[in-house]
């Protein structure tokens, strides 16, 4: 059965380092989502991306946040200069239609020290 | 403010119960995801619906849209159900996630 991946697992980083977080969608997905969920608070969703651009962006993706399609398959977040406050699980999604049944990767658990 | 309350908050059941999780939501709505977070923290969409009712196995959701309100349903529950359900709601282009309710099934 087709999933969504995402690498690392784990991700520790020093404060004011950028990061990229990974996510390989199903492959015929054409929508694709990321979402943050600090430990113990609720889901958030950050962006929408669809056809090499954002579709939709929440007010925590400000401009320290940047997402790509760099090929066919990988879809990436980048944080630019992490904040302590940017520890968190980051969660990529796909579907095939805009706002349809998502299906969610494992998660990169982020740890900003 | 919260666009999305869940309830209860916490939930134990004994193995064989009739759960019903509640989603009552204040935002406009085009579509209610149905989430089950597991232990270990993957997120497993249940249903999205817009309308009416869905069954799935021993899950049925049903959505109120005039009354802005969702179930969830499991019969028959058992141990393997234990997790965190989440409903999230689709209002135009943002995603309104509820804070989940934490389900507990003993054998």
């Known amino acids: 059965e087709p999933e969504v991946t995402q690498t690392p697992s784990h991700q520790v980083t020093q404060m004011g380092q950028e990061v990229i977080l990974r996510c390989v969608p199903i492959?015929?997905?054409?929508?694709f989502y990321w979402y943050r969920q600090i430990l113990g608070q609720k889901v958030e969703f950050l962006v929408s991306f669809y056809n090499n651009e954002i579709s939709e962006k929440s007010e925590i993706f400000d401009d320290q946040f940047s997402v790509e399609r760099p090929d066919g398959s990988n879809f990436t977040l980048k944080i630019r200069s992490t904040k302590l406050e940017d520890s968190a699980m980051y969660f990529c999604?796909?579907?095939?239609?805009?706002?349809?049944?998502?299906?969610f990767g494992p998660g990169t658990r982020l740890t900003v020290l | 403010k919260n666009e999305v309350e869940q309830s209860p908050q916490n939930l134990t059941a004994q193995e064989g119960e009739f759960i019903t999780i509640n989603c009552s939501y204040s935002?406009?709505?085009?579509?209610l995801h149905w989430l089950q977070q597991h232990p270990g923290g993957g997120i497993v969409s249940l249903f999205m619906l817009s309308s009416g009712k869905k069954k799935h196995g021993r899950l049925i959701a049903t959505i109120n849209i005039q009354e802005k309100h969702s179930s969830l349903h499991i019969t028959a529950s058992h141990p393997r159900d234990s997790a965190v359900y989440i409903c999230a709601v689709l209002d135009g282009n943002q995603f309104y996630f509820g804070t989940g309710t934490s389900l507990t099934v003993i054998p």
């Open positions: 492959s015929n997905h054409l929508y």
């Open positions: 999604a796909s579907s095939e239609r805009f706002w349809a049944e998502q299906f």
């Open positions: 935002v406009g709505i085009s579509a």
